[in-house]
Each structure stands twice: as C-alpha cells, then as structure tokens.
C-alpha cells in the first residue's frame, strides 16, 4: 500500500489560511469516508485533530477543518497562529480494512 | 484520562526477535481496536497493525505481514507486538494508538518506544 499524497511542506504568515491536500485512491480516500488528520510538533505524538473527514474532535480549534472531493481530502487551518507550526498527515482507512497514512506535511509559520 | 504506555524497545541485531508492550488505562480497555503505527527516524508515520476489541481480526501492512504478530491481553489491559525477523528498515519508534469508538481514526496515543535493528 503507497503511502497517500501529501505537499511537503505548506508555509503562511500569521493570520492568514493554509490548505494542505491529500490523495489517495478509489480504494482508499475516494472510496469511504473515513479520512482522518493529525496534528504532530517535534518529539510528541501524533494528535487527531479531524475525523470522518470534516468533524473536529472536542477541544480541537475550530480553525481547522476538512473536506473531500473524490480521491482527494483536504485540511485548511485558518488564522495561521505560531503554535499550528508542526507535521500534519493525513489518514484513511483502506479496502483491505488497513490505513493508510500520507507522507506528511511540514507546517512553517513565516 | 486515557494513558497508553509503551515499553520494550531495545536495540537488536538484523535477525533477532522482539517483543513490545503498550499498557493501557483510562477507558475499557476490552471495548476498543487496538493500533501499531510506527516512525522511522526523520521519516512520516506508518500505520504497522490493528487488532479488534474481542481479539478475533488482526490485520498488517504489507512490509511486516508474516513477521509479526499483534496480540492483547485484557486481564493485564494489554497490547503487544511481537516482532521477528527484524531488519533495519524496522528501526523506528513504535506507537500504540487507541481506536476510536465508531469511527476508524485513531484518537488517543501513547509516546512510543524505540525499537533499533543495527549489528
């Protein structure tokens, strides 16, 4: 199973929106809707900040959120704040009841 | 609170066989799937195995099919790994991560432990 397709890295000044993409298959992140996102900052673990593609856990900013058009997910984080840089990748359950995550996208606030 | 706890990482040579642990408290343990996703130094994450709440379904990434083995012990609110075989490209930190409870995404982890393939 490829991992699925994400930019390595996305950057944006303070206040401003991001959007990072991420794509898969038919099989995969086309094929349900089960694309989850996570938040990982230097030395710690990974956090889950989307899932089922568009919800927010409780406690996660309402600055993030998701969407999908076919193969493809997307996160954007709005109000870009100095905390929100960190690696974010992209997850998704698969045809072969397996996941899937994406490569991973490095987040610079300039 | 939920906690999920990782142990047993060591260095092994290319070959040598592994066990890895992750205690777990904090919600019912025997309720949820269970995950093994992994880290290679620098590298993104990779998702390794899951195993369901009642034990009876396990599944693998294709890169570690036939090698390990995930297993749970709901007397001691458990998750193992047992890893064989090993090669360097296994040279990771290991994290166990909590299944949601309707959903596929993962949404509690532990801190990982690290597990080092090297002669």
């Known amino acids: 199973q490829s991992a699925l397709t994400q930019p390595a890295s996305v950057s944006g000044s303070p206040g401003q929106s991001i959007t990072i993409s991420c794509t898969g298959t038919s099989s995969d992140v086309g094929g349900y809707n089960y694309v989850s996102w996570y938040q990982q900052h230097p030395g710690k673990a990974p956090k889950l900040i989307i899932y089922?593609?568009?919800n927010r856990p409780s406690g996660v900013s309402t600055r993030f959120s998701g969407s999908k058009s076919g193969n493809t997910a997307s996160l954007s984080i709005s109000g870009l704040q100095a905390e929100d840089e960190a690696d974010y990748y992209c997850c998704s359950y698969t045809s072969r009841s397996t996941r899937v995550f994406g490569a991973g996208t490095k987040v610079t606030v300039l | 609170e939920v906690r999920l706890v990782e142990s047993g990482g060591v260095v092994v040579q290319p070959g040598g066989s592994l066990r890895l642990s992750c205690a777990a408290s904090?919600?019912?343990?025997?309720?949820?799937?269970m995950h093994w996703v992994r880290q290679a130094p620098g590298q993104g994450l990779e998702w390794v195995s899951l195993?369901?709440?009642?034990?009876?379904?396990?599944n693998y990434a294709d890169s570690v099919k036939g090698r390990f083995t995930t297993s749970r012990d709901h007397s001691k609110n458990s998750l193992y790994l047992q890893m064989n075989s090993l090669r360097s490209e296994d040279t990771a930190l290991y994290f166990c991560?909590?299944?949601?409870?309707?959903?596929?995404?993962?949404?509690?982890w532990g801190q990982g432990t690290l597990v080092t393939v090297s002669s």
């Open positions: 904090g919600f019912t343990f025997d309720d949820y799937t």
């Open positions: 195993i369901t709440s009642d034990g009876g379904f396990t």
């Open positions: 991560a909590k299944g949601a409870s309707a959903g596929k995404e993962l949404d509690h």
């Open positions: 089922d593609v568009t």
